[in-house]
T-cell receptor, first 115, second 118 residues
Framework: DAKTTQPNSMESNEEEPVHLPCNHS???????IHWYRQLPSQGPEYVIH???SNVNNRMASLAIAEDRKSSTLILHRATLRDAAVYYCILRPRNAGGTSYGKLTFGQGTILTVHP | GAVVSQHPSWVICKSGTSVKIECRSLDFQATTMFWYRQFPKQSLMLMATSNEGSKATYEQGVEKDKFLINHASLTLSTLTVTSAHPEDSSFYIC??????????????FGDGTRLSIL
């Protein structure tokens, strides 16, 4: 499975935008890019996912590079509740387009938000 | 949003007993459910993938006779840790997805079960 590379940690101030980078230079054409976040002692929470085009939802935006070898999760206004470990994961779609692979979690980025 | 309920939230039991953890998708039919394990200060590690009505697919190194997975319906999967020992103490997390067709769907996670074996 293709791997992702994320910074170990990042810091932000409350109410400022946060850009969390993710490199995935070995991504294949059918890999979806998923982002999840996890607070201590909780299960991960889905944030956003996409294939080729940029995506927006109520939580965040996902900017995908044109060559798909990198992506950026954008939190438009960080709050203290956004402090978490953020995971960027590639989930493959198997041949035929109807069978899906697993999520393989890396170490993620620990985001600290300062008041 | 989609909700996945996991029960119990925590359990403490004696070494040698078996423990069952339930994972339910409350508002959608899950085509696939996954079971993960997470040790302190580590990332999630996938244990097995489960499709309704079929046998689970276990990851390398996970003992299928020790971690029994049943996926009897599209909304319920169970993980039973048989003859649990202190080294099985961990945070167990399930997730569910409703992948259908060519559009990949997100996974929705339960809140996890903290298992402590004395």
């Amino acid at each position: 499975d293709a791997k992702t590379t994320q910074p170990n940690s990042m810091e932000s101030n409350e109410e400022e935008p946060v850009h969390l980078p993710c490199n995935h230079s070995t991504i294949s054409g059918t890999d979806y890019i998923h982002w999840y976040r996890q607070l201590p002692s909780q299960g991960p929470e889905y944030v956003i996912h996409g294939l080729t085009s940029n995506v927006n939802n109520r939580m965040a935006s996902l900017a995908i590079a044109e060559d798909r070898k990198s992506s950026t999760l954008i939190l438009h206004r960080a709050t203290l509740r956004d402090a978490a470990v953020y995971y960027c994961i590639l989930r493959p779609r198997n041949a035929g387009g109807t069978s899906y692979g697993k999520l393989t979690f890396g170490q993620g980025t620990i985001l600290t938000v300062h008041p | 949003g989609a909700v996945v309920s996991q029960h119990p939230s925590w359990v403490i039991c004696k070494s040698g007993t078996s423990v069952k953890i339930e994972c339910r998708s409350l508002d959608f039919q899950a085509t696939t459910m996954f079971w993960y394990r997470q040790f302190p200060k580590q990332s999630l590690m996938l244990m097995a993938t489960s499709n309704e009505g079929s046998k689970a697919t276990y990851e390398q190194g996970v003992e299928k006779d020790k971690f029994l997975i049943n996926h009897a319906s599209l909304t319920l999967s169970t993980l039973t840790v048989t003859s649990a020992h202190p080294e099985d103490s961990s945070f167990y997390i399930c997730s569910a997805t409703r992948d259908r067709g060519p559009i990949q769907q997100p996974q929705h996670f339960g809140d996890g079960t903290r298992l402590s074996i004395l």
